[in-house]
C-alpha cells in the first residue's frame, strides 16, 4: 500500500499580483500631501524665528531657538485683539443665522407643496451664479444708502445674501431625499410645519448641516474683498484686513508676520477638526439627487 503524498506538498503559495493603479493612488496622494503640508511647515517654522534665522536658515529647518514671543509682538502692534472680536461677532451671527434661514427655505420647497415653488428655486439658485465681485459696486450704494456702512449688518446682510443659495441648494437635495413618510407621519400627528422641521429634519440632517457649517464659517471668515469696501474704519476691520494692513506695515518681519498668519488661519482649522468627521458624509448625503 502506497502512501499518498503530503496534503499541500506540490502546491505552490501563489501570491496576489500588484495592483498598480492602487500603488499608483497611494504615490500620487502622497505627493499632494507633501505639496499641501510645505507650505503650512515654512510658514510654522518661520513664525518661530527670528529675523536673523530666517535669513541664515534654511527654510524647512526647525527653529533651534523658538521665539514664541513673535506671537505677542504680532498679536499688539497689529492691533489683532480688535480684529479679532469683530471677525468673531461677524461669523458668530452670519454661520447659523445663514444655515438656519437656508435650512427652513430648503425644507419649504422640498416638503411644502407651491403653485411656485421650482420657480421660487430657480431664482435662488440663479443666486450662486453671479459672482459677488461685479455686485461690489451697487452692494456698496445700498449699503451706503441704507447708512450701514462701517457696521455689523452692513457686513452680514452681503453676507446672507451670497451665502444662502448655495446653502439652499445642497439643502434641498438633502430634504428631497428623506422620505415622504416621516413627515406625513408628523402632520396626521398634529405637527406643524416648523415643529416637523424642527423636531424630524434639523435632527437628520446633521452631517450636512455640519459640512456647510464648515465651509461657510471658512469662508466667512477668510472673506477680504467685501470686507475691505464695506468697513473703512479700522476700528471695525475684520481679521484679514488687519492681517493685510500688518504686512503692509512688517512686511520684513518675516518672524512675526508668519505668526500673525498663524494666528489667522488657526480658529478656521480649528472648526474643521472639530466637525470634519461630518464633513464627507454631508457633502455627499446633500450631492444626491432626489
Excluded at 529675523?51 to 514664541?68: C, E, G, I
Excluded at 407643496?113 to 465681485?133: A, D, E, S
Excluded at 492681517?243 to 505668526?259: M, V, W
Amino acid at each position: 500500500m502506497t502512501s499518498n503524498p503530503a496534503p499541500f506538498a506540490d502546491e505552490t503559495i501563489i501570491k496576489p499580483p500588484r495592483d498598480w493603479v492602487l500603488v499608483g493612488l497611494w504615490i500620487s496622494l502622497v505627493v499632494v500631501a507633501a505639496i499641501w503640508i510645505a507650505p503650512f511647515v515654512f510658514i510654522v517654522f518661520t513664525s518661530l524665528k527670528s529675523t536673523a534665522q530666517v535669513t541664515t536658515t534654511s527654510a524647512f529647518a526647525p527653529p533651534a531657538d523658538p521665539q514664541f514671543v513673535n506671537y505677542a509682538k504680532a498679536w499688539a502692534r497689529g492691533r489683532f485683539d480688535i480684529t479679532f472680536v469683530n471677525s468673531a461677532i461677524i461669523t458668530a451671527i452670519k454661520v447659523p443665522l445663514g444655515l438656519f434661514l437656508s435650512a427652513m427655505a430648503a425644507y419649504a420647497l422640498a416638503k411644502i407643496p407651491m403653485r411656485f415653488g421650482k420657480l421660487i428655486l430657480l431664482l435662488i439658485l440663479f443666486g450662486t451664479m453671479i459672482p459677488f465681485q461685479v455686485m461690489l459696486a451697487p452692494i456698496f450704494t445700498l449699503v451706503n444708502g441704507l447708512g450701514l456702512i462701517d457696521t455689523y449688518p452692513g457686513v452680514i446682510l452681503p453676507y446672507l445674501a451670497f451665502g444662502i443659495p448655495y446653502q439652499v441648494f445642497i439643502l434641498h437635495g438633502f430634504f428631497r431625499n428623506i422620505p415622504q413618510e416621516l413627515s406625513e407621519a408628523a402632520r396626521i400627528d398634529g405637527a406643524s410645519h416648523f415643529v416637523t422641521f424642527r423636531r424630524v429634519f434639523l435632527p437628520v440632517s446633521l452631517p450636512v448641516m455640519a459640512a456647510l457649517f464648515i465651509l461657510d464659517f471658512v469662508a466667512t471668515w477668510n472673506e477680504f474683498a467685501m470686507a475691505l469696501v464695506l468697513l473703512q474704519d479700522r476700528e471695525m476691520w475684520t481679521l484679514p484686513l488687519g492681517l493685510s494692513a500688518f504686512q503692509g506695515q512688517f512686511s520684513r518681519d518675516y518672524g512675526q508676520l508668519n505668526a500673525a498668519i498663524v494666528m489667522t488661519v488657526l480658529p478656521a482649522t480649528i472648526v474643521y477638526l472639530i466637525f470634519q468627521r461630518y464633513f464627507v458624509s454631508g457633502l455627499t448625503s446633500g450631492a444626491v439627487k432626489g
